[in-house]
């Protein structure tokens, strides 16, 4: 969701009311509701014209919408089996529709990285991995970062190793605060963890720690470490980018963000995204980065990876191609 876009559904939300906005929260994730939380605080007056535009998008919108199935999830499961059979079904179903057997978990997602990696300290590094993938990838990042270097390392290299989760191994979790159940007759993976999945949560955890956890993987095992390595896209990786691509990012980056960014560059991504900015913009950025004074790194990554984050949705989107990393390309 675009910064117009929050904003929008931030006046929305205000419009309807305390009771019905509160309704509407119910439906979203955590980090929509912390988004959006943060977008009403900080709204103090919205004009007529501005609130009345945004009330006749949604209506228009709204207007345009049908509801075709009442029940998408029941609808998924017959449409396959009636395709595929019960088997094949099954292990599409359970992929498609993951995470709907470990509903207690959402009740992590609430939860600040360092409250979690508190509760999750003295559990088995194995537990912890099982949970942990569960989670969005920056949140496990932030968790990881409050646990001990051993037991990060220890945890890291369970996920990069984990091929699928049985649904039984959940009840070693504690059934009070989790309430996790096995779902289905028949007892099947979930398709969760990996290489991918590893190197994901790596990749924000920052250079320091990234360092280190590859390291550690690295002598357990070289070859999947190189694996993991080949699967992360870090923002030196930039340089892989062509000239349309790195254009079309710095379409979506804001001048402050991109300054701080590069402050922790090196001259070659530098000089790559001067080259794809308009003469007037590339001086606009030389002189800020001139003139900046220092800046934490922590804060330089921070704004590193908001610009990966960037990076990886207009992957997804199909928008660029991210180079490097084996055959297939990161997603």
Do not use: C
């Not at 419009?15 to 605080?41: D, N, W």
Request: proline share 1%; no cysteine; glycine share 8%.
């Amino acid at each position: 969701m675009e910064d117009t876009g929050i904003q929008d559904a931030a006046i929305f939300l205000m419009s309807l009311g305390e009771e019905e906005a509160a309704e509407v929260f119910k439906h979203l994730s955590p980090k929509e509701v912390q988004r959006l939380g943060e977008a009403i605080a900080r709204t103090r007056s919205v004009s007529k014209d501005r609130a009345d535009s945004v009330i006749k998008r949604f209506t228009s919108e709204a207007a345009s919408q049908s509801l075709l199935v009442s029940d998408t999830d029941n609808y998924v499961r017959a449409v396959l089996k009636r395709a595929l059979g019960d088997d094949k079904a099954g292990l599409l179903i359970d992929r498609i529709l993951q995470g709907g057997d470990v509903t207690g978990i959402e009740s992590l997602k609430w939860m600040d990285a360092l409250s979690v990696a508190e509760l999750l300290r003295n559990e088995h590094p194995q537990i912890m991995a099982t949970i942990l993938v569960h989670l969005d990838f920056e949140q496990v990042a932030g968790i990881l970062k409050n646990l001990s270097a051993r037991t990060r390392n220890e945890v890291m290299l369970r996920i990069a190793t984990l091929e699928g989760i049985q649904p039984t191994a959940l009840k070693d979790l504690n059934e009070e605060l989790f309430k996790v159940l096995a779902g289905g007759d028949k007892v099947r993976k979930a398709s969760l963890g990996g290489v991918k999945t590893a190197a994901e949560i790596i990749n924000l955890l920052g250079t320091q720690l990234e360092s280190s956890v590859i390291e550690s993987i690295r002598e357990h095992d070289g070859d999947l470490a190189q694996k993991i390595t080949d699967k992360m896209f870090t923002f030196e990786d930039l340089t892989k980018l062509d000239g349309k691509s790195v254009q079309m990012v710095l379409k979506e980056v804001s001048s402050d963000m991109l300054a701080i960014s590069l402050k922790g560059a090196t001259s070659e991504l530098r000089d790559l995204i001067l080259s794809n900015m308009s003469s007037r913009a590339a001086e606009g950025l030389k002189d800020d980065l001139e003139s900046r004074g220092p800046v934490r790194l922590s804060e330089v990554e921070n704004q590193q990876k908001e610009i990966l984050k960037i990076v990886r949705r207009l992957s997804d989107e199909g928008q660029i191609v991210l180079g490097g990393g084996g055959d297939d390309s990161f997603v």
